[in-house]
């Protein structure tokens, strides 16, 4: 894998003929880290940890299940659109695909004892570059295109649960499986006769295991405070790297390696006024000890998010009618990425909003746009302004009536 790094980082520092694809920074480590899951939470910039919602699936803070009241499915769909800028052009990129499929099992409202299930895209990579070189060898020089395609990424397995030891306390915890596949292609096409294309092609099967704590503590009506800790967890990865061209036949060689994905921490508030939920998060984790995928152009660093949200909860009376009976969300989002290229830091910002609207009984359709921007066109970097479309659609339903207790 560090044979392909330097051409790598090559064409990423280059100017791009055509680009297509998710980000171009998710070719480093293992790619875009998404904590959250569902647009209800893009809306919010990604507000989750203390941030309660009745029909939601909380994916970062496991403790927040229990504020649902039902149980539910939710299925997601998640689009990106990008703009990718250097210094001296301006190019569209753009990717789509399954967000996840969640399961929440409601068993207690009384006891806040919830179990959830399911599968979610973690992190995300996604890139596509061309770029012209020209290479002198000989007394010849040869021209041409060099491609450099990315994708892939680590799709998350989870069970939890959730319960209220006491009216003011939540507390939860899952366990995961981290799956999935990291491809890297990169190829040269010569525009002479006498010349042959070349492709080095690395296959990275990603395995390994892990588990989270969380806990929701409402010490006054309303006003919460949430936090989560994962530990660092596992990552086996089994590589495949191949070499070829149209001259001789292709050589592959194989390899595995342990990695360690490390620990992260999330901490939140959120407050309830009237209709009108205010919510504030952070969340970090330190990679600047990560060994996979590292090269010499970029040092891992610390990922810090930091988000705000406000929801317009709607109204769910059943003399509401129309608009009032939506809910709407504003959110937004500032990220330092866990990595530098030359030197400089990677930032993101984003502002979102999104609506969620009752379709029939329990079911939800839920809508959020982001648009922000990342990155920098100094150093010969680029810059990428996009937008991102996520809509989901959750179907509820009361599986289970809270028990009846007597202390008599």
Do not use: C
């Amino acid at each position: 894998m560090k044979k392909i790094i330097p051409f790598i980082v090559l064409i990423l520092l280059s100017t791009p003929l055509f680009s297509q694809g998710g980000s171009n920074y998710s070719i480093f480590g293992v790619g875009e880290l998404n904590h959250i899951n569902g647009a209800k939470y893009d809306a919010l910039g990604g507000t989750s940890v203390a941030f309660p919602h009745a029909t939601g699936v909380n994916l970062s803070n496991p403790a927040m299940w229990s504020e649902n009241t039902d149980t539910r499915i939710q299925l997601g769909y998640k689009f990106n659109q990008s703009l990718v800028s250097n210094t001296n052009q301006d190019l569209y990129q753009n990717n789509g695909g399954l967000d996840g499929l969640l399961t929440l099992f409601n068993l207690d409202t009384a006891m806040g004892a919830s179990v959830s299930m399911g599968f979610y895209s973690y992190t995300n990579v996604n890139s596509l570059i061309s770029t012209p070189v020209t290479i002198s060898a000989n007394g010849e020089t040869l021209s041409g295109v060099t491609t450099y395609e990315a994708s892939g990424g680590i799709t998350r397995v989870y069970f939890g649960f959730s319960i209220k030891p006491i009216e003011i306390l939540a507390v939860g915890a899952q366990i995961f499986g981290n799956t999935g596949l990291i491809q890297n292609r990169a190829q040269s096409v010569f525009n002479e006769a006498n010349s042959f294309a070349t492709y080095t092609e690395a296959r990275d099967g990603l395995g390994g295991t892990g588990f989270r704590f969380g806990l929701m503590l409402e010490p006054i009506s309303n006003l919460r405070f949430g936090a989560y800790f994962e530990p660092s967890s596992s990552l086996s990865v089994e590589n495949e790297l191949t070499f070829g061209s149209g001259l001789v036949d292709d050589t592959t060689f194989s390899s595995n390696k342990d990695y360690d994905l490390p620990s992260n921490l999330g901490l939140g508030v959120s407050y309830l006024a009237g209709k009108f939920i205010f919510g504030l998060d952070f969340i970090t984790s330190d990679y600047s000890s990560f060994e996979y995928n590292t090269y010499d152009n970029v040092q891992y660093s610390t990922y810090n998010s930091y988000s705000l949200g406000i929801q317009r909860v709607g109204n769910n009376s059943p003399n509401a009618k129309g608009l009032d009976t939506w809910g709407y969300s504003l959110g937004a989002n500032f990220k330092n990425h866990y990595f530098q290229v030359n030197g400089l830091a990677i930032d993101e910002f984003s502002g979102s909003f999104g609506f969620t609207i009752p379709i029939r009984g329990t079911a939800e359709l839920d809508a959020a746009i982001t648009f922000g921007q990342r990155g920098t066109t100094d150093s010969g970097l680029i810059k990428e302004s996009f937008g991102k479309l996520s809509v989901n659609i959750s179907i509820g339903d009361t599986w289970f009536q809270p028990f009846n207790r007597s202390y008599e």
